[in-house]
């Protein structure tokens, strides 16, 4: 890309800056800062503040001739304007003099900060910014030292106003700067706090029910560069220098975003150390400087009163606590026992140095080990994943992007979150769903099909590129136009996920995917592939380990089995069936943090350690390898998930001892040519990204840190390494609706999963379990909005409250997954109405 | 010749028995500090028995030797222990610990943490070293109510009170 190139000098040193570059960014490239507050280089600048004021000298224009004038040394005469200029809205131009350190501007600077503490109440020594605060730090290094106001004119405003639930508005701080407003409008879409009143009576108030309902409102206080917004989690919970650091990786999604831990001793601990909050980390190909709430405030899981700290073992029926040497011994004897009829499971929240052991010790012994959970198709994201080196952001004009049976806002709001903007440069979004979700709004081609028929939209496209005949069937008007769009386009990426399917349905959705990309050209290539909307953080990293899940169903695996090791899963809570057939079992162990279903029918339970407590490496939906370091103590005796199955296939004569994560990341490199040269040193590297925001930078300052533990490493996908690709596909069964409606599982953000239920701070917008059904269907079936129904289905029984919805789709109604019913596929039901 | 200097030495003797001691009978009797004498900490009240500390940690921060722990709560109209908005839940020094500086004292902006004229400190176990939030707090005042305590709305916003300038 050719882009014109301005020159200009600033505080006496010429800069070469692309055209349209503001002054301030300009500036910040050669090490003069010029000091803002309402100016965010993620937001569009809007000079409210007045805190970046310069001397701005143009060249003089000859108004006859259009000619620069210039002095008897040919000089260009630069004329200075009677006022001073907002740097952050003013873009450079060529041969302009700027002075930021004039001592005109410099007195002027100084006025501004007066008049922006006319009325803050300076209350520094008991507000959560102090110490981070980029007022504080602008008035220490630009301020006049004392103000020319009198102290009894300063207002006194409401210190305490909830905006919801999770985010606290002090009025007396704000100075108006509207980041967070423009933050909430333009970055993320959720309109819902705005100014109230004008001048000295101006607010932020929230205009949504529950107040400020937004998924990303926790970064309006990462980027409120004084202590006005703050959240309910860390309110006045510690300072900011009391606080240590460690770079880690959110363990809740498959998007990965890097994060900082940030930990303290706290007395109703006990004095342990404890997470007191989550900030963002910086890394501008996985999430730029956002995380979403649940990332930000769903990690007291890590220390929750009711982890396990302490091995337990079966005896007369019970479980009791006990030592890990005699837990191991058990533990060996017991898979010793089972002579080979051994089956692993292991859920995708474990890291892969603990998934590569557990394939390791499974296979060592005869069994095999598989992974928890229903969707298919990461052999395929390994072949035709995205190229290395993609990056969300550098998708724009032309660009394509399909999401296909994926709520992206509720499993991986920041893809949402990216996907949005990338529309709003100018790609092309096309987006296939049985029902309308949020990212509808931003879509060039919305294709609705009925549940159980996203592989057969997927293959309608792929007609409009081979034209193979076989495929006419699924091929419609829409298919071809969105067809069309998404060939021409020069990068296209494609996100799927398993909305209403099962494994079958989803294997064939991803075939059809992988298909469609091979067909059109767009793999092997940078910001072009593949991505599965994995349902854990490291679903991928599971796949790439070796642990599918099997294509039969856990059932299937399970018939015949004597022993069972369970790693970070609860298949025993998630389907009764499954419970019932792992109660047979001869010997279970369970690797887990909690004491769920699954762990309290074992013979042994073993407790592992949390993200929080050790260090290891997620694999993320786009197969960027992360690796996230220990941040509070271990609890108790736990210890880490690779090191328990480490220790078990040493004490089983079957494999040497490994000394730490990091070794074990050796050896996968060793092993899987995917993750050859991967070390922790790479994983470790980082290079300085711009624009520098948040942390130490006193300008973009802010609670986000930047990154310098490490981006991470994107692995190239098979297409790329050259390995060849066959495009196949197959159909899977339709979902029918014969035997009676069919009941589809829904993902929401915010559910009764193990790892979310413990932070209380966010138990009020935890949604709650109901039926959600079309107002059609409720009048067929005499159901009213609220009432109670009995829902009955093959194994399963129970009675819920509806929900009446025009988004749902006829013939179907959705119930949230993890929040009670033991739902991995839909299924059809029979509802009746309870009192009917 | 010995026997002139043993006089000497007896004369010494004997003189010093009418001489005043210098010796006090400690503990029955306590030598006055000075004002500025740097003793064990206190947490200071306002006069309507409101704790001075704000919890800010301040103190926590400027101490050379880690000697101070706070831990901040959320204050209410309904249950005030201090005014403003940030409370000390926790406060914790351990004179083990504490080399008696004074930096607490300069850090602190409400003056609430002042090192006292006590001295006797002295310990039979380690744990006894750390003094909590309740052996370090004076006693409420004459005319003040014990905290926690429930005030009319609004009437304590301001955590930081205002200050003389000392110059």
């Known amino acids: 890309m050719s882009e014109a190139l301005v020159s200009l000098t600033i505080d006496g040193v010429e800069v070469t800056v692309p055209a349209g570059t503001l002054i301030v960014d300009a500036a910040k490239k050669i090490g003069i800062e010029i000091p803002v507050f309402c100016y965010h280089p993620k937001l569009k600048p809007v000079g409210m503040c007045r805190m970046c004021l310069v001397e701005i000298g143009r060249p003089k224009i000859d108004r006859a001739t259009r000619a620069v004038v210039r002095d008897e040394n040919g000089d260009a005469v630069i004329e200075f304007g009677p006022k001073l200029e907002t740097a952050c809205t003013t873009p450079v131009g060529e041969g302009w003099v700027v002075l930021v350190n004039s001592e005109r501007a410099i007195k002027e600077r100084q006025q501004v900060v007066e008049f922006l503490l006319t009325s803050h109440p300076l209350d520094c020594p008991v507000c959560d910014k102090g110490g981070e605060c980029p007022l504080q730090n602008l008035t220490m290094k630009h301020g006049p030292g004392e103000s020319r106001f009198l102290y009894e004119d300063k207002m006194r405003l409401d210190k305490h106003v909830p905006l919801g639930e999770l985010i606290f508005l002090d009025r007396e701080r704000c100075i108006q700067c509207s980041r967070c407003i423009r933050f909430q409008t333009e970055i993320v879409d959720d309109p819902v706090i705005a100014f109230s009143e004008r001048g000295r009576k101006l607010e932020i108030v929230t205009y949504s029910e529950p107040g400020f309902n937004s998924y990303f409102s926790g970064n309006t206080t990462d980027i409120c560069p004084v202590g006005a917004l703050t959240t309910a989690d860390f309110r006045f919970s510690a300072r900011s220098w009391e606080l240590s650091e460690a770079a880690s990786i959110c363990s809740h999604c498959a998007v990965g975003c890097n994060i900082t831990l940030h930990s303290r001793r706290e007395a109703r601990s006990k004095g342990a150390e404890v997470i007191k909050r989550v900030i963002p980390r910086h890394n501008d190909t996985v999430n730029e400087i956002w995380i979403c709430d649940k990332g930000r405030f769903a990690h007291h899981y890590a220390s929750s009163e009711d982890r396990l700290s302490q091995p337990l073992i079966k005896r007369k029926g019970k479980l009791v606590k006990t030592s890990w040497e005699e837990a191991l011994k058990r533990v060996v004897d017991g898979l010793k026992a089972a002579d080979g009829s051994i089956l692993g499971i292991a859920g995708g929240r474990t890291s892969n140095e603990d998934l590569f052991l557990m394939r390791h010790l499974m296979e060592g012994l005869g069994g095999q080990a598989v992974q928890h959970g229903d969707m298919a198709g990461g052999d395929l994201v390994q072949q035709v994943g995205v190229g290395a080196e993609t990056n969300l952001a550098r998708l724009g004009a032309g660009d394509c992007i399909l999401v296909v049976a994926s709520d992206l806002h509720e499993e991986a709001p920041i893809w949402w979150l990216r996907i949005k903007q990338a529309v709003e440069r100018g790609a092309q979004l096309i987006v296939a769903n049985a029902r309308t979700t949020r990212l509808d709004a931003y879509a060039s081609h919305t294709l609705r099909y009925t549940y159980g028929e996203a592989a057969h939209t997927m293959l309608g496209l792929l007609h409009a590129v081979n034209g193979d005949g076989a495929l006419a069937k699924f091929a419609s008007d829409e298919t071809r136009e969105a067809s069309e769009t998404f060939a021409k386009a020069p990068n296209a990426l494609l996100f799927y996920g398993h909305e209403g399917m099962d494994y079958e349905g989803s294997h064939a959705l991803a075939q059809a995917c992988a298909s469609l990309l091979s067909a059109t050209g767009h793999v092997a290539r940078p910001n072009n592939g593949l991505v599965a909307v994995w349902p854990r953080c490291n679903s991928q990293g599971a796949w790439d380990m070796g642990l599918a899940p099997h294509p039969q169903g856990l059932e299937e695996a399970l018939k015949g089995t004597k022993a069972v090791y369970v790693m970070a899963a609860d298949p025993a809570g998630d389907d009764p069936a499954l419970a019932s057939m792992l109660a047979e079992i001869e010997f279970l162990v369970v690797q887990e943090l909690f004491l769920t279903e699954t762990a309290k029918a074992a013979d042994v339970v073993l407790p592992a350690q949390s993200f929080a407590e050790r260090e290891g490496t997620y694999t993320n939906g786009m197969r960027r390898v992360q690796r996230f370091y220990p941040a509070i103590a271990p609890l108790g005796e736990t210890r880490p998930d690779w090191q328990i199955l480490a220790a078990i296939g040493e004490a089983m004569g079957l494999e040497p001892a490994r000394p730490s994560a990091a070794a074990v990341l050796l050896e996968i490199a060793s092993e899987n040519g995917d993750y050859a040269g991967l070390d922790y040193a790479a994983l470790a590297h980082a290079e300085s990204q711009w624009p520098p925001v948040g942390g130490k930078d006193l300008y973009f300052g802010g609670t986000a840190n930047p990154n310098q533990q490490g981006v991470g490493v994107q692995l190239p996908s098979g297409v790329e390494r050259g390995e060849a690709f066959e495009i196949e596909w197959s159909t899977p069964a339709r979902v029918s609706s014969k035997r009676g409606i069919m009941m589809i599982p829904i993902t929401k953000l915010y559910d009764r999963g193990t790892t979310i239920e413990p932070s209380q701070v966010l138990s009020s917008r935890l949604v709650s379990l109901c039926l959600h059904i079309n107002p059609e269907d409720a009048k067929r079936l005499k159901i009213s909005d609220g009432g109670e129904v009995d829902v009955t289905w093959n194994g399963g029984e129970q009675r819920l409250r509806t929900v009446i919805e025009e988004e749902v789709p006829r013939g179907v109604v959705l119930v949230p997954r993890s929040l009670g019913v033991p739902l991995a596929a839909p299924v059809a039901v029979k509802i009746r109405s309870v009192g009917s | ?167």
């Open chain 2, 1 to 167: 010749m010995f026997a002139l200097e043993i006089a000497r030495g007896m004369w010494t003797t004997f003189k010093s028995m009418f001489e005043k001691p210098v010796t006090i009978e400690y503990p029955d009797v306590k030598r006055p500090v000075r004002p500025r004498f740097r003793g064990r900490h206190v947490l200071q009240r306002y006069e309507n028995g409101l704790e001075r500390c704000i919890g800010c940690a301040l103190c926590a921060a400027a101490c050379p030797a880690g000697a101070i722990f706070v831990e901040a709560a959320e204050n209410n109209d309904q249950q005030r222990y201090s005014p403003g908005e940030r409370y000390a839940s926790i406060y914790e020094i351990n004179l083990l610990r504490c080399i008696f500086c004074g930096f607490c004292e300069d850090a602190c902006p409400t003056e609430a943490i002042v090192l006292e004229h006590n001295y006797e400190l002295s310990y039979l176990n380690r744990r006894d070293a750390i003094y909590t939030k309740d052996r370090l707090l004076v006693p409420v005042p004459p005319e003040g109510r014990a905290t926690p305590m429930t005030v009319p709305p609004g009437a304590f916003g301001k955590a930081i009170p205002e200050m003389e300038d000392p110059d």
